[in-house]
């Protein structure tokens, strides 16, 4: 994985209150959390890998409702996220990029998973390629993604800034099979309900990867735009999408 310099120090500024902005909603977390657990086909025995897993909420939150033998290893490239990652008892933490992670040939495991970030990673199918070969028999990969066009309410640059930052959810299929893989493609939709104040302080916070491109004074316009469209609003109430693809070791 090529490290764009923007989205490093993107992440490495949202380090500290990344969980406070996204995870406050427990019934949200516990849902995402368990289409994890169900894709992976999660058994109390396995070896988990959280492949750029940021602080290790989920890989901490998993393996409690799991109940894991084996700590999860989470893997992130930013120093600040792991830095966070290392203050749960139930993870072990590695501060590397994918690429990197996966050229470990010695490495094995049972399953891991990708939530919301596989987007960043070049060379992708290369990356597959080396965890199918990390992966014991039966592994299983599981990619958490959304589509191009999300339901979330942003300003019209920010949409388009979306679109161009998150490929086409098929592109990953056809990288996983040619990987080895055998590929299912699921579709969940969760009913969200946020106030809008609070959606306006985590865009301008730029919680969200591809919002890191625009300036403070740009997210403010964007959102006196969207302001326009929403002022009889004062609580939002959208879709997330999530589109899960599930790969198997043959």
Not at 204 to 225: P, T
Request: aromatic letters at 12%.
């Amino acid at each position: 994985m090529k490290e764009d310099k923007s989205q490093v120090y993107h992440y490495k500024s949202v380090a500290k209150k990344y969980d406070d902005a996204f995870l406050t909603d427990f019934e949200y977390s516990n849902w995402s959390a368990d289409l994890i657990i169900k894709f992976l086909k999660l058994k109390k025995d396995d070896i988990l890998i959280d492949l750029a897993g940021g602080t290790g909420f989920f890989s901490s939150f998993i393996h409690e409702k799991v109940g894991l033998n084996n700590k999860v290893i989470c893997i992130d490239t930013c120093k600040e996220m792991i830095e966070k990652a290392k203050n749960y008892d139930n993870i072990l933490t590695m501060c590397e990029s994918a690429s990197l992670f996966s050229h470990k040939k010695k490495m094995k495991y049972d399953k891991i998973f990708i939530k919301e970030a596989v987007h960043h990673f070049e060379n992708r199918t290369e990356i597959f390629t080396r965890i199918y070969n990390q992966l014991n028999i039966n592994g299983i990969i599981c990619i958490l993604t959304r589509p191009q066009n999300p339901e979330f309410p942003f300003f019209k640059a920010a949409i388009e800034a979306f679109e161009q930052s998150q490929p086409d959810y098929n592109i990953f299929i056809t990288e996983l099979e040619n990987a080895g893989f055998k590929v299912k493609m699921h579709q969940e939709l969760y009913p969200l309900k946020i106030e809008k104040d609070h959606w306006f302080a985590l865009i301008r916070k730029k919680i969200m990867s591809h919002l890191a491109q625009f300036s403070d004074n740009e997210i403010a316009e964007g959102l006196d735009e969207l302001e326009e469209s929403l002022f009889d609003s004062k609580t939002l109430f959208f879709n997330d999408i999530l589109i899960s693809i599930v790969g198997e070791k043959a």
